[in-house]
Every structure is written in structure tokens, then in C-alpha cells.
DNA sequence: CACATAAACGGAACCGGACTCACCTTATGG
DNA sequence: CCATAAGGTGAGTCCGGTTCCGTTTATGTG
């Protein structure tokens, strides 16, 4: 029932392309893109982003809900396709990815947090909770430490966007990912 | 040599009338005050308001600096006055009131935060050395337990300062810093 | 393959708010 | 009391998000 209309092709083309313009300038450390300039990478004109999203903020914020969507998806996969740890690492490789985009957003996200969207809260819950899962699946398979918990990885890595964006900063934090991880593996049964 | 010209009496008349107004106003909970009332509550007109001031942030961080100033001169005089116990009692009773200034603040801080700006690091450092200055005081006349640092109690402290801004937060605020003392208190060598 | 029509788009205009500047006022020291 | 430079003023500029309405286009129907 939240499904009037299947919205129209091009609409669903234009709104895709906003979405993915957007997230391209936070990556791209444009912290305060200006609506303008999003809309015309996006090959449309302000007044369609508008029609897309209520407002500024609302088209930030589904950016980053999107994002976290899909990082919560990942476990699922990389578990059917790796072992346990090499799933895990993978999964914080992709952690640290998103990281660069929320730090981008984050300067933006800040407004939000003070109104009262559950995006962060969220995110931080299902963030977690796929860590859990991957840790447990390593657990279970012995070559992980089973004394650590998702929300307490989540922590550990929390660090790593509190890093001043510096030009170095991403591979530094895939370097402290990698530390982590010998860590985790450090104490399991089946060390390699 | 940073005093060119020692200022005139009206200029500093003004300046002390914009800080304190800009204060009033974010106390008051108007996080986003507009320079505009700032300035004419303090009784000038913008202009004046940007004679001082480079900008609406440097106002921000002046007022927040200043508020960090006064904070951490607090445990010297506490000190003087008042048993330790008690001097820390006060100080975290003055650090909720700041968390007010702060919180009422804190989103139009968040935006310096993004910027090069040291106050937050600064802020922070101090204020644990502030908090361990009176930590010892209290250990070393045995009303205090000595396990706990500044920069810990800090952190505490820090929780506070997350929630959010309702009606009732202020007295719920000085509740769990009553909780916190009887926490400190407690294990130390002459209990109360 | 038109055609009708509702959906979507474009972009100039609007508006609110930070900031500037050319001119006026006043403190200050001689 | 005057000269003068420091200080104050506030209308105006600029900038960026948001709105609004006339135009264009996808889509389903005869």
C-alpha cells in the first residue's frame, strides 16, 4: 500500500542519478555540495531534486540510509561466498569505505541528529548487529576470538571516523583495520 | 605586543554586551540565533557585531572559549572555599550548567568542529586536567576513591551532554551527577 | 498511430540570513 | 574645545535553499 504508482521511468532514472551525484560529491569530500551543483551532475534541474525530496537534508539523509542498507546486506553475501574471517575482513574494509562517505556527511548529518531522525540510533543497532553475525560465524568456526562483540568492534572502529580527514586518513585506517583483525584472530583456537 | 591600542571604553563596553548576549540567546535554547538579534539584543546594530567579530562562528567559539575559561579557573577557588568533596560537588554542578551552554551550542558548533579549530580538543584536554586537579584533592584527603582520572570522569560526564535537549533534562542531569558522586564516594577511605 | 492527461521537468523568481561598505558619531589626548 | 581616528550604523549585496508555474514527456487508450 505505500505504492500508489509505480513511478514513472525517467523519474526513477532522475532519482537514482541524485542519489548516486550526491553520494559522489560526499565522497569526493564536497562536504556542502550545494543542491545546484548536484542536480546539474545529475543532468536535471534543481526543481526535479525537489519533486525527488522534500528538502536538502531529507536527500543527505537517504543517502546515508542507503548506505547503511547496504552495508547491512553484506554479511549475508560475503559469508556465503568466504570463510568467516576473510568475510569479516572484508565486511571492515567495507566499513572503513563507508566511512568515507559519512565522514563527508557527517558535518551535514550533524543538523539532522539534533532533529529527531532515527538514522544514527539506527544505524549504530544494525551496524552491531552484522557485526555480531560475522564475528559469531568466525567464532563458531574457531579461527576468531569469540570474547568480542559486535557493538564493542563497532567501538574499536568508531576511532577511525573520529580521524581528522587528512589526505593520507583512508589508507591509514585500512591499515588500523588490518590491526584489528590479527587482533581477532590473535587468541582463536585455530590460528594461522 | 598583542595590544596595539589598549580599545575604547565604549568598543569594550560593546564587545562584553555582544558576548554576553550571544550567550544569553543560546542558553535560552536558540541554538540558531540570528546575528541580527544577537546584536540587537546587546543593543548595536550588525555592524558593530562584525567590528568585533570576523564572523557569526567566531563569535560562537569566542562565547564557548570564554565559557571554558571560566570553567576551568572554577577548581582554584573551590578549592579554597570548600572540603574537596564538596568543591568537586559544585564544579560538576557547573559543568552541567555549561553542558546547557554547550548543548545549546553544540549544533552551531559542530560546524567549527568541521573547520581547523582547536576548541574542542583544547576544551576537552582541560577540562579533564580540571577534573583530575580536584579527583586528587579529594584522594589525597580521603573522601574521594583514587581509581578514578579526570579524562574517565570526563567521559562520564560525556553521556550527559548526548541526551537530548527536553523540558525536564537540566534536573535530570544534576540527578546523575548526585549519582556519580555517591559513586566516587563510596570506597573511599573515610566515607561519609 | 494519434491523442489525452497526468506525471515529471526546468529554471527564473523569491526569500531569509550572513556579511559589507560608505557615511555618520563620539571618545580621547593635546 | 578641537582634531582625528576609532567606533557605530543599517541599508544593500550576495549567496544558497526553496517555491511555483508554464512546458515537456511518458504512458495507456481508442
Redesign the interface.
Known sequence: MPSPRPLRADARRNREALLSAAREAFLAGD?DAHVEEIARSAGVAVGTLYRHFETREALIEEVYRKEVDDLCAAPEQLLEHHAPQEALRRFLLLLVDHAAVGKGM??AL??IM?SDSPVFDDARIRMGDALTRLLKAGSAAGTVRGDVTGPTLLRALGGICAMRVSDGWLDEARQITNLLLDGLRHGAPHAT
Chains 1, 2 share one sequence.
Open positions: 562536504t557527517s558535518v550533524e543538523s539534533a
